[in-house]
């Protein structure tokens, strides 16, 4: 299965195949984490543009850590 929502905002509209799909994604990105070099092309060639309505400088630098990542 490939993802094709545009952005997640939501898991009650998700089906368990979606769900799948979201776990196993994260186990690979688990890997990426024990490496020495910590990266990863998928967003190679895109923006990324985080917006917070609220001030959180832990879930900000968690995203921009994130981000960062897929390089």
């Not at 990426?32 to 609220?54: C, H, N, Q, W, Y």
């Not at 001030?55 to 850590?65: G, K, Q, V, W």
Request: no cysteine; aromatic share 8%; net charge positive.
């Amino acid at each position: 299965m490939q993802w094709k929502r545009p952005h997640l905002f939501d898991l009650q509209d998700l089906s368990a195949e979606e769900i799948e799909l979201i776990l196993e994604t994260a186990k690979s990105f688990k890997e990426v984490s024990t490496r020495d070099v910590k990266k990863v092309p998928a967003l190679r060639g895109k923006t990324v543009v985080m917006l917070f309505f609220e001030a959180s400088t832990r879930t900000r630098i968690s995203f921009e850590l994130a981000a960062k990542r897929l390089s």
